[in-house]
């Protein structure tokens, strides 16, 4: 094999591994950062960190948990980063609105406005918490992550992430119950 | 009764966030992220590999640089100084610049630093007057919204500063408030 071949192999032999993840990842960068231009950030940077780390990936058992893992480790690392990160490249017609409204759901309108209120409202109650509860109950009740998951990406003790499950479930109940969201 | 009212609502709010969406990507998506990530992250093997063989100055000599900003928006306020464009903004109402930074390379770890004058805030940023963050630019256009806020009539100047190692760039933008 030559050395000009080495790249492209490379290449694929990286896309093999972490294209079965990228939902996955992708969701969870949502939940981390909880907006698009953050999101995307992060899970760029996550791919081109895995990318030069390929010979470790490629050994590891479950690259999916690994690269979450990595992804949790560079979020918190670069929170500030990742947080207040206002630069993102212009894509044409990308200037125009972005929110919920664009995101998937059924198409009976009466029950979309509905259901698009409660949200909004869910999305307020939510940044009022902090990234450690917000995260957690995001992870747990709303991807469907067990604690002991939790409990792997964070490195968070189980006690702690019940914990804090409780207190943002509390909080947010609080919020939605003030705002009417909840009768 | 007021357990079961508990009851009702935790159950309401567990629906509520099982049905807290995220939007999809798309294919296209992916892919390009694929590439980028291929792209980006050979030339940081290749710049690791130039750092340790030939020593940190050398890759700052061969290292390119070109950036420039401007405002995404025609401005609206002709400029008294040539080069400077400006906005005019209603007092307490806020408006979003869109400053647009153009690389010919892509800058890892560039410091982005908006110096705002007395009387101007950033939305999020209350009663600061400089507010600087850690970000990368991407080879071509890169977008920074900023959302300013009136909160006196005096107006100014705000300074994006973009600084990458040791070389930075100031972009200027005149505030009018009526």
Request: without cysteine; negative net charge.
């Amino acid at each position: 094999m030559t050395s000009k071949h080495r790249p492209p192999d490379r290449q694929l032999a990286f896309e093999r591994m972490v294209r079965p993840h990228l939902d996955r990842l992708y969701r969870l960068a949502w939940r981390l950062t909880g907006r698009r231009p953050e999101a995307e950030d992060l899970f760029q940077e996550l791919l081109i960190k895995a990318y030069g780390k390929l010979d470790d990936l490629a050994r590891i058992d479950e690259p999916g948990s690994w690269l979450s893992r990595v992804m949790y480790n560079l979020f918190v690392d670069e929170r500030r980063r990742f947080a207040r990160r206002r630069l993102h490249t212009v894509h044409d017609g990308e200037l125009a609105g972005e929110g919920i409204e664009g995101m998937p759901g059924n198409d009976n309108p009466v029950g979309n406005n509905e259901r698009l209120d409660a949200i909004r409202a869910l999305e307020a109650a939510l940044s009022e918490l902090s990234d450690e509860h917000r995260i957690v109950v995001l992870l747990h009740d709303s991807e469907g992550y067990k604690l002991k998951e939790i409990h792997e990406l964070t490195g968070l003790p189980v006690g702690t992430i019940k914990s804090r499950l409780h207190r943002a479930r509390t909080r947010l109940r609080d919020i939605l119950t003030q705002s009417g969201t909840f009768p | 009764m007021q357990t079961e009212e508990l009851d009702k609502e935790d159950q309401a709010l567990q629906a509520l966030l099982k049905d807290y969406p995220v939007p999809e990507a798309s294919e296209a998506f992916y892919d390009q992220a694929l590439a980028r990530a291929t792209h980006e992250g050979s030339r940081r093997l290749r710049n690791r590999w130039i750092m340790t063989g030939f020593g940190s100055a050398v890759a700052a000599g061969i290292a390119l640089w070109f950036v420039g900003g401007f405002l995404m928006n025609t401005p609206d306020i002709p400029p008294t100084e040539p080069g400077i464009p400006g906005v005019t903004m209603t007092l307490e109402d806020p408006r979003t610049v869109n400053l647009v930074f153009a690389s010919a390379t892509a800058l890892d770890s560039a410091i982005l630093t908006v110096t705002l004058p007395d009387g101007i805030e950033l939305a999020g940023f209350p009663g600061q007057r400089e507010i600087s963050w850690q970000t990368s630019l991407n080879e071509g256009k890169n977008l920074l919204p900023l959302e300013l806020i009136a909160v006196s009539p005096i107006g100014g100047e705000v300074l994006a500063r973009l600084e990458h190692k040791d070389r930075n760039r100031t972009f200027r933008l005149r505030i009018e408030v009526t």
